[in-house]
Every structure is written in structure tokens, then in C-alpha cells.
């Protein structure tokens, strides 16, 4: 699933619902699978994906393909010069040099604790 079309993630929790929520989240683990469904929030129909997140069940709604900006579209983007091998190679070098495991704990937002 493309990450763009992603908007927002809902924890799922079960209501007198245990034994069935258990195992639809196990099969999920298990499978790697997801389902698709409609639901409808603040006046608005939204597509969500449903899947395992973390011993978990996550509904993620998801953006229409009309939401989503295809860079295809804009010229500037389209018409940009092709890459020079050795360039490519040099720059390879330095992103691999610069590159660790993502640690997302290192980012505060800096204006929420500043207020």
C-alpha cells in the first residue's frame, strides 16, 4: 500500500468483542494481510485499511486518488536533466556513509513544549 494515501491511524479496541478481536488480530500478524472497508466520519465516507499494528488491530483511513498529488503532472518535475553515473556513485558514498537506523525518539515538537 502506498504510504501517500495514508492519512490518519484509529486504535481499535474490542467491546465485549475479546475472543473475536484476539483472533483477527492473530490471523493479521500471522498473514500479513489487511482488509479494506468504508466507514463514515464527520459527514465525510472514508476508505480505511484495517491491519496489525503492534499486538493490535489499527484502522488507517485512507485519501481518495483524487486527494493524492501526482508529481507526473507538473513539468518541472517531469523535465528534470537524467543523473551522471559517477555522480550517482559519489553520492551513493555519501548517503550510505550518512545513513543509520531511524531512532523517531530524537524528535520533540520543539513548539509544543515551548508553549
Do not use: C
Not at 7 to 31: A, D, F, G, H
Not at 83 to 94: G, H, P, V, Y
Amino acid at each position: 500500500m502506498d504510504p501517500h494515501y495514508f492519512e490518519r491511524t484509529w486504535l481499535l479496541i474490542p467491546n465485549n468483542s475479546e475472543k473475536p478481536y484476539t483472533l483477527l488480530r492473530k490471523v493479521l500478524e500471522q498473514t500479513g494481510l489487511a482488509a479494506i472497508g468504508k466507514v463514515t466520519m464527520s459527514t465525510k465516507e472514508r476508505v480505511v485499511l484495517i491491519h496489525y499494528y503492534q499486538n493490535a488491530i489499527v484502522a488507517t483511513t485512507l485519501r481518495y486518488p483524487d486527494e493524492v498529488t501526482d508529481p507526473s503532472h507538473f513539468a518541472e518535475i517531469r523535465d528534470l536533466p537524467e543523473a551522471d553515473e559517477d555522480e550517482l556513485a559519489l553520492m551513493t558514498k555519501i548517503v550510505d556513509k550518512m545513513t543509520t537506523d531511524l531512532d523517531l525518539s530524537v524528535f520533540h515538537d520543539g513548539y509544543k513544549e515551548r508553549i
